[in-house]
């Protein structure tokens, strides 16, 4: 892409992304559907205008978004938060994958679409969206609501499994036989989350010597460049991304520096988040979406029926009310970035052509009904008659 077309293509998004957003925010719709919604409509697949022709061309902008809105959560979250559930969150984190998995593997191989694709479509129904439940942490204003360091904790859980069943999944791709390079690669990735969460931990002295410019643009180019690193280094351990931003804003959130990169960040999240959802709507394929649309709306159904059932468990494991539980429930109910990618796998590897367009719809239809479900969760729960002890903002 040459440089001016590239420009025009940043430029267009932010103000499409923008403009579309600012009118439904108006009739009470949350930002992250309107983002997504605006790339759609400006994206290869739909006549008329295409800021680009192939989205993959802005991938490194959607990674940036992706990594402020997890490094900014961090930030939010501090390790002893995450380390008071003990055994308790670690089996929220199990009973949550073991019904999402599970659930989404029977329905795989009741598709019938074969054995290999059975297991994409589990992963794909199984595992959230870090970066759309971060958005709606940050946007409906409950970062410091209890049960959101349980979702965090369910959030990590599920992303040290990520590199697990990922590690395993390859060479059932591939049909090579390689468990113990994969648990060799699960290993460091372990391993490389314990050496964050040990300098969250213990490393806030060393931290704020390390941030402790008083110049408010040199600490800015020092947070961004560990943040960016700290994610780009996960990514090659077999770590998502996402949550190595999550964890180096840990790290930095134990610092003194902290209540200035809080502010500092807040710019970039924005930006860059509503970016990253706008690529993500570039590549929607509407025309392939439309020969699986009955298998995409039992998958939903089924999605948030075990969501609701896994944070009515959370909630009960951790004396949570009714209300906690349906927001559990709810804010992980979507599905991105992982299921994508798992879909871009199977089309390597050559598996039913029906998988990809399967999750594309899939994703995009939980990226609409969580959002709205979480806004609405005061109603929902009066609706399914849960009750909280004090008002949820």
Known sequence: MQTGHALLAVG???LAA????????????????????AGFIFGPNTPGLSLVHDPGELS?????GLVFLLFYLGLEFSLDDLAKGGRKLAVSGLVYLALNIGGGLAFGFL???????ALVIAGAI???SSAIVTKLLVETGRTRHPESRLIMGIIVIEDLFLALYLAL?????????SFWPALADFGKALGFLLALAALARWGGRLVSKLFGSADDELLTVCFVGVAVLGAAVAEELG?????GAFMVGMMLGGSKVAPRIHKLVLPLRDAFGALFFFIFGLSIDPGAVGTVVVPVLIAVALTLALNLAAGAIAAKLHSFDGQAGLNIGLTVL?????????????????LDSRVAPFVAGYVLLLAIIGPLAVLRSANLARLFGARRASPVS
């Not at 923008?18 to 919604?37: E, S």
């Not at 598709?111 to 694709?117: A, I, K, T």
């Not at 999944?169 to 036989?177: E, H, N």
């Not at 770590?239 to 949550?243: N, T």
Request: proline share 4%; charged share 10%; aromatic share 6%.
């Open 169 to 177: 999944l390859q060479p059932v791709l591939s049909g090579a036989d």
């Open 18 to 37: 923008g403009v579309l957003a600012r009118a439904g925010a108006r009739i009470g719709l949350p930002t992250i559907p309107l983002f997504m919604l």
């Open 60 to 64: 490194v902008l959607a990674g940036l």
């Open 12 to 14: 267009g998004a932010f």
């Open 334 to 350: 979507t599905r991105g970035e992982f299921s994508l990618v798992l879909a871009t796998l199977a089309a390597a590897a050559g």
């Open 239 to 243: 770590v998502s991304d996402a949550i």
């Open 111 to 117: 598709l019938g679409w074969g054995s290999s694709e």
């Open 126 to 128: 199984g595992i959230s």
